[in-house]
């Protein structure tokens, strides 16, 4: 007779990080967590909106913390890690949604390319890089400390296909699927099979960033809205919320022996070569 086992899908009892959490696609990460059952960490630099998600998760029953921080502020990330042990008693899991394009950081199709601006580039850079490895530093140490856990970084079809315009954020991005797989090979060395780090790399969805730049703000797509629809054979954008089963899969037991790969949620655009 076959016994019935646990749902290895389900994330009761695991206590979950989210950085970027405040923006379009934290707040569908948050919900698929709160779903699934987690106790969450809602950390954005929008104390505002951070509360709210916060005590939106609370009101319908489930477990969470508003977490105010800067990603790149590494005293206010240990500063609340301690908060976060104190009110759950443990880290289990890490979503590094934190990050974005920067205007500094966008090269422009009549720009001089040899007088790009380095310190643009060198900023959408930080905030995409350095805003994943250092809650990976700090809340990385506490899921080991716990015996192990799952770190989802957000990544993009820009780490691998050149996408015109935004050129430090395409860099940023190429560098997290980089320091992904190396640091999961890193920490299989250190702690086995214990710790689990992997990049969940969207395609295009709206978001408050790209709004303008994928739409005419008339209820169609702009130029480059509609080249994306063209190379997408589903031909749509994404919806947030689709990346959510995605995402509860790395952070739940049902993935224990996943680490150091992407998962590529994009409708197909990344396997169409426009032909």
Partial sequence: MMEKQTNIFSLRSKVIIVTGATGVLGYAFIKALNNAGASIGVMGRNEKV????????????????????????????????????????????????AGGNVPEGILQPEDDIFSLNPEGMKKAMDINLWGTVLPTLIYGKSIADNGGGSIVN?????????LTKVMGYSMGKAAVESFSKWFAVELANRYGDKIRINTLMPGFFLTEQNRTLLTDGKGGYSKRGESVIRHTPFNRFGQPEELGGALVWLLSDASK???????????????????
Wanted: charged content about 20%; cysteine-free.
């Fill in 154 to 162: 957000i990544s993009s079809v820009s780490a691998v296909r050149t």
């Fill in 50 to 97: 951070a509360n709210q998600r916060a005590n939106e998760i609370i009101s319908a029953g489930g477990k969470a913390i508003a977490l105010i921080a800067d990603v790149l502020n590494e005293k206010q990330l240990k500063s609340w890690r301690e908060k976060t042990l104190k009110k759950f008693g443990r880290v289990d899991g890490l979503v590094n949604a």
């Fill in 257 to 275: 022996f996943v680490t150091g790969t992407t998962i590529t949620v994009d409708g197909g655009f990344n396997a169409f070569s426009g032909v």
